[in-house]
DNA sequence: ATATGTAGCTAAAAAGATTTAGCTTTATAA
DNA sequence: TTATAAAGCTAAATCTTTTTAGCTACATAT
């Protein structure tokens, strides 16, 4: 039982492999194929359960109806989410996605864009790292459709879908000063990527905004490949501050479940002796002690966008850039 | 700027296609390659950046380094994890891996199979629904190499790894036992995958191992559909009970998150009202108040185990059926 | 009667790698 | 000296599809 070829329905019907393959290809009628031959093929196809070989059409037509999706990593349920909401979009025109980590690493990122590239996607979403100018450049360069999500390079036009990060940190800060908090404090990445620098510089400005004095030890910087430590340390030193904060802004979901888990085990009642807010909505954060508020960013939305946009990209071959920025959502719990 | 062929390679260096494609595919030794040529050949396809079309060699050889990976929902960390350590493993040996989410269905699931066949995948590993017998069976016809992860089908012989659920189960009674529970409620999906039948059955066993009673209504069933609102509803009629249970235990991570979302807005004290443990660890259960006591499963372990298997299949060639049981493990928290 | 057009189909090339079968050339044996 | 073997390489087939260029047969126009 091996797989059937156009050879094969050729055979059996008594006509050519070019026929059979201009007529499931929905050539037949510019190539003036009579109909009676037209059903016979599809029909025999069909009954023979025909599918293209994947490689030989490849090959020869050069694209896949495949798009690769790069981010940072997949078992984060802000970046499994996206997946997923791109599969069903892509879904949508035929369009399957092969997903792929980077590790938030430069190299690792450009591996795969070679690899994915390799394989020949016919386009790519990329959540890019900060040191990845270089092959984005590349990639415009070799005219890859591709739409950057959740950061981007302010000096690099390009396709790209995010949040307003400014506004949502300046909605919670709000939030917070509406309620009576003056004393905010912000643990955060390092300001490499877009999104984080505009968390940070959202957080300065809505300060500002408000009145409110920024203390200098009041900005805690964590890194990405010791996350989990640096945080503790964070939250450490910002209770032992003479003048401590009496609310946390976390600067992604990851930082607020390490954040929360922490703030937890050194007995911290929250929000009775420090409020907290983090950026991402996550699942861990609805059922926390107390449910967390959040800014939520809307995954779906973005996600589809970011398909869309590429999609249509890829179609009309016309090369444009377009950003696009979505509100957030600010969930109000417990915290 | 476009893509070196091996013909480049050879009309550069003055040799033919099939020595640089010889070379390259380290089968000089074999065909008497003079080490010369070997080095001139390794070195300029390194600095031309030759790699190899991808299609053609698929078209030629018919296998891929690339191997698909069926899960229920990406989305969902258990999964989520798994793929991230299967990722990992299969990298290590020049594999890649396409992910793709079957949401626990029995059509999606076939189509993804033949979609990732199409592709020509040299193997798969799959977490099957239960109504995939069909075409694990066909699978085996097709001398398809792959390996069922998390569930199994009893009576056809395939490569599995799972953990081992039954003991799992009953080493979270025996320890609510200790703790002096007796009453202990178990909410789960319904006994149509092999995993959720062994903790069912696993559930019943330890309840009679310790002489406890098994109350009837003390085993609530609920959807795949919707998992969110039958957890409710389940909990409701449990708390409504004449004699309702002092311990609850949940058969997954997602029936556990629901179900500590719903005790927690019923205003149940945990543990002091009622003591909880869930099957999966959950990034969400660390966090939770109070952290979920849960049945942990080895998922690096599994991971690593189902894509050493696979791959071992694939080069060998040989077929023969091999069935992994992990164990498990309780990680006692505060619930 | 010849040219032009068109309907309906097909042969053959092309895509880029792998692999088979075999061709030179030189060394060794008879 | 001639036959045999071995070393070192290559031409051509092959994988399956898409696409180009064009063939055949019949109808219509000149």
Do not use: C
């Not at 194929?33 to 037509?61: C, Q, W």
């Amino acid at each position: 039982m091996k797989k059937v070829g156009l050879e094969e329905i050729a055979k059996q019907l008594g006509v050519s492999k070019t026929t059979v393959s201009l007529v499931l290809n929905n050539k037949a009628k510019e190539n003036r194929i009579s109909d009676e031959i037209m059903k016979k093929v599809k029909k025999l196809a069909e009954e023979l359960n025909y599918t293209p070989n994947h490689f030989a059409r490849g090959l020869r037509k050069g694209t896949t109806n495949t798009v690769g999706l790069i981010i940072g990593d997949i078992s984060n349920p802000f970046f499994s989410r996206i997946a997923r909401y791109i599969e069903d979009e892509a879904a949508k025109e035929d369009y399957h996605v092969i997903v792929a980590s980077s590790d938030e690493k430069k190299e690792k990122t450009e591996q795969l864009i070679h690899i994915l590239l390799d394989k020949k996607v016919d386009g790519l979403i990329i959540t890019p790292n900060y040191q990845n100018s270089e092959i984005v450049l590349w990639l415009k360069k070799q005219e890859v459709p591709f739409v950057l999500v959740d950061r981007y390079f302010p000096k690099i036009k390009t396709n790209y879908v995010g949040v307003d990060n400014g506004a949502g940190i300046s909605s919670a800060i709000t939030h917070l000063y509406e309620q009576g908090y003056e004393k905010i404090a912000l643990i955060t990445y390092h300001p490499l990527m877009s999104n984080i620098k505009e968390r940070i510089n959202g957080f300065r400005e809505a300060l500002k905004k408000n009145n409110l004095r920024l203390h200098n030890q009041y900005i805690q910087e964590v890194s990405y490949t010791s996350t989990e430590d640096d945080v503790k340390l964070a939250i450490d030193q910002l209770l032992a501050l003479t003048n401590p904060p009496r609310a946390i802004l976390f600067a992604t979901n990851k930082i607020g479940l390490y954040g929360m888990e922490h703030l937890n085990a050194r007995n911290v009642r929250i929000p009775q002796d420090i409020s907290v807010i983090s950026f991402d909505d996550d699942p861990a954060f609805r059922l926390s002690y107390p449910p967390v508020t959040v800014i939520e960013q809307p995954l779906k939305e973005i996600a589809t966008d970011a398909a869309r946009l590429l999609l249509e990209q890829m179609k009309t071959k016309k090369i444009k850039y377009e950003e696009i920025v979505k509100p957030v959502n600010l969930i109000i719990r417990k915290s």
